[in-house]
């Protein structure tokens, strides 16, 4: 079964700052889909970007980029010029490409505190 | 766009009570999720739904059914609430993409229903 780990219970970075979020995941596919979730105080859940792993470059949205590296099965994302807003809980997520219910396997999360 | 709409927000029940948590897309999307987060392990995949009238078991099933009567709906029930099942549910949906570059799409979420079991 895939298996998606985040390594950082707990961020914190300083206004205006950069600040990169570890997610490693273990599967056997080639083909599959990786996303960034964040979730703030309010409880929504907020698509930050995504991967599809046959595209080598990385994905880029805004001040949000990731660091996808298949070999090594990881997938980093770096939040550039960090907002208050940003404060949340960011979960890193799996999914085999072309599965029957197109089902999602999440990490843990990764709290992130944003000081001014 | 109201999108996923998840009915009620919060609720406290007693052990052994039963309910049925609501989730609403105006999407026309075809996959349907229901999932638990608890602290320190993300979201769990209760159950899913790939089309009107199907059901299909996910990572932690046990003490939870589901119905898709109707494509746009999918209910979450507890027969018989336990103090393990206190959580947060989200409902999520999807549509389904037939290849490459169109089964990419993200699954959209509700705000979630936050559960209490005294």
């Known amino acids: 079964a895939q298996t998606v780990t985040q390594s950082q219970p707990e961020m914190s970075v300083q206004e205006a700052e950069t600040v990169t979020l570890s997610c490693t995941y273990d599967?056997?596919?080639?083909?599959?889909?990786l996303f960034w979730y964040k979730q703030p105080p309010s409880r929504q859940m907020i698509l930050v970007i995504r991967?599809?792993?046959?595209?080598?470059q990385n994905a880029t949205e805004n001040r949000f980029s990731v660091n996808f590296q298949k070999a090594a099965k990881s997938f980093s994302l770096k939040i550039s010029d960090s907002q208050l807003g940003d404060a949340a809980m960011y979960f890193c997520a799996y999914r085999r490409s072309m599965e029957y219910g197109n089902k999602l396997v999440f990490g843990a999360g990764t709290i992130l505190r944003v000081k001014s | 766009n109201a999108g996923v709409t998840q009915t009620p927000k919060f609720r406290v029940l007693k052990t052994g009570q039963s309910m049925t948590l609501l989730c609403a897309q105006d999407m026309n999307h075809e996959y349907m999720y229901w999932y638990r987060q608890d602290p320190g392990m993300g979201l769990r995949l209760i159950h899913y739904?790939?089309?009107?009238?199907t059901t299909a078991k996910g990572e932690v099933p046990d003490g939870y059914n589901v119905s898709r009567l109707k494509k746009q709906n999918f209910l979450l029930g507890l027969e018989s609430a336990a103090p393990s099942q206190t959580s947060v549910y989200f409902c999520a949906s999807s549509v389904w993409g037939r290849g490459r570059g169109t089964d990419n799409q993200p699954q959209h979420f509700g705000d979630g229903t936050r559960l209490s079991i005294l």
């Open positions: 739904s790939v089309g009107e009238g």
């Open positions: 599967t056997s596919e080639s083909d599959y889909y």
């Open positions: 991967q599809e792993a046959y595209k080598q």
